[in-house]
């Protein structure tokens, strides 16, 4: 069959990847192409991909948006450049392609930047974008410049406008045949735009359609289109990213208690589940490829030294962050006494991935202190490394921290041959989400044979087991989630002192397997025969 797969990331293009939807991206077409499949991927180039990436213009689209006719441009990667994801085989039975769909607009917050820090108002910039982007592949479907498609396959809210448009502009009204899958990445990002009033609106961008508002409107504004709930209740097919994820968001969020669920779209997931049509797969990790190869500390600080020159670049000034950073390695190159565990954390520094470390607990002599610093004055002659870039505020909060903290190293930034080199230096690697849907990073940890400490919440509990190939901890509330962290930290700093229950540890962690050939068997079972073949 022919997959169209229409996402804001690709991992298999230089520069078209931020997160894990990117590694998805990436990696499921080449597993869904070795099964014979044919995918062609359809994105973005935010005024850089087709550049960055070998690639041939095909033509222009033209489409109606706010009232006017915008040209975009359609763009196939060369063949040479189509597999070289992690894990690509030489030769794949089935075939894929990356096309990139290029306009101005999809640079409005800069050549190369993905999404926005918005000061326009939640979501305001990348849903105008995403809006044009959308209404551009249903025209390119129309005009059949993917070829024969069987299957369409949308990725998060970014192309939920893709099953508007299907089900409701005149237009494009034979794409109703196309059955459509479309995959929950974070439930808690959700695309929320007014349905009108606003630049960026849904009755702007589309001035004639009239959808039935009571599928996509948001559950508490309801003079807003919600765009994570446009791509549940507009799809054939709905899929969250792991199994435990998929149970979590069937259930109200409560934050009071540190519970991420449903996000409000809960009634509307139980209805999916209720029908048949709502399914938890994992994502996979590619092995393949060779974990990063152990660097010793000198390799190590060198790398580092590196990656925060090339951060610095030709800024005018040294942000803080890079600053102190480079202190502290200076520090510790000189550093002559032995180091205790090695801590390491990989990830986005937002408010999902940091929160926990930023609660009150109990510093032993009747007084309150974060979690961050708590773990810290714990590890001792320990060291912890975390890299990372996201939201200001926790950047900040960070890089306060690593100025108070002569253990503590924080890399405001990435670079993905930096991370692969802290995925194997650590002795245990952090993962303290609040909430997780699937998570990447303690998979490719733990393929480098380091274990884990993890939340025990969504992907995060599928892929680690306590005791056996990492750690894991919970909690009532988040001050007993935090708390119950700490303990776990010293816990598994503990074990690195028993030589042969950390040797096991280590070898589980290393021999887990998380393929995306049995997760791909899935998606062809649950989600795509169903809909090309469906049961009397």
Not at 200 to 208: A, E, G, K, V
Request: aromatic share 8%.
């Amino acid at each position: 069959m022919h997959i169209a797969m229409i996402a804001a990331e690709n991992g298999a293009l230089v520069g078209g990847k931020v997160g894990g939807i990117g590694d998805v991206i990436r990696d499921v077409p080449i597993a869904l192409a070795q099964s014979g499949h044919q995918v062609s991927v359809i994105t973005p180039g935010y005024q850089s991909l087709a550049k960055r990436n070998a690639s041939t213009l095909l033509g222009t689209i033209e489409v109606s948006f706010c009232g006017n006719t915008e040209t975009v441009a359609l763009f196939r990667v060369e063949q040479a450049a189509e597999a070289k994801g992690k894990g690509a085989r030489k030769k794949n039975r089935g075939s894929v392609s990356h096309y990139i769909l290029e306009h101005p607009l999809f640079a409005s917050c800069g050549e190369g930047a993905i999404y926005c820090n918005d000061q326009h108002g939640p979501f305001a910039t990348d849903a105008h974008k995403f809006a044009l982007f959308c209404i551009a592949v249903c025209q390119g479907l129309i005009e059949t410049r993917f070829e024969k498609v069987d299957v369409l396959h949308l990725h998060d809210w970014h192309g939920s406008l893709v099953a508007l448009l299907r089900r409701y502009m005149p237009a494009y009204r034979a794409l109703r045949a196309l059955p459509t899958v479309y995959t929950i990445h974070n439930l808690s990002l959700q695309g929320v735009r007014p349905l009108s009033g606003h630049e960026s609106s849904l009755h702007h961008w589309y001035p004639n359609l009239a959808p039935d508002l009571t599928l996509i409107q948001d559950p508490v504004h309801w003079d807003c289109v919600n765009l994570m709930r446009t791509g549940i209740n507009l799809s054939d097919r709905v899929h969250a990213v792991s199994p435990n994820y998929v149970q979590e968001i069937l259930i109200p969020t409560d934050h009071a208690h540190g519970f991420v669920g449903g996000e409000g779209l809960e009634k509307d997931l139980q209805r999916l589940e209720e029908q048949g049509s709502l399914h938890g797969i994992l994502n996979g990790c590619a092995y393949n490829t060779p974990p990063a190869p152990h660097r010793s500390r000198a390799q190590l600080f060198d790398l580092i030294e590196q990656s925060l020159m090339a951060w610095v670049g030709d800024k005018h000034y040294v942000p803080a962050a890079h600053f102190h950073a480079q202190l502290r390695v200076a520090q510790w190159r000189r550093r002559r006494k032995p180091v205790g565990t090695t801590l390491s954390s990989v990830g986005r520094v937002t408010g999902q991935k940091a929160r926990l470390l930023m609660e009150l607990v109990s510093d032993g002599k009747g007084g309150e202190i974060n979690a961050l610093d708590k773990l810290l004055a714990d590890l001792k002659d320990g060291v912890f490394i975390m890299i990372g870039s996201g939201e200001e505020y926790y950047e900040h909060f960070f890089t306060s921290a690593m100025a108070r903290h002569y253990n503590f190293l924080f890399l405001q930034g990435f670079s993905e041959e930096l991370a692969d080199a802290l995925y194997a230096a650590g002795d245990l690697f952090l993962m303290p989400s609040s909430f997780e849907p699937c998570g990447i990073s303690q998979m490719l940890a733990m393929r480098a044979g380091t274990p884990c400490i993890v939340h025990e919440v969504g992907g995060l509990k599928d892929t680690v087991e306590s005791g056996v190939n990492g750690f894991s901890f919970r909690g009532d509330t988040p001050s007993e989630q935090a708390q119950n962290m700490l303990d776990t930290v010293v816990t598994a700093c503990g074990t690195t002192a028993k030589p042969a229950v950390w040797l096991n540890l280590r070898r589980n962690a290393s021999n887990a397997r998380f393929s995306w050939e049995v997760a791909v068997q899935q998606y062809q079972d649950l989600l795509y025969t169903p809909l090309l073949n469906p049961k009397p």
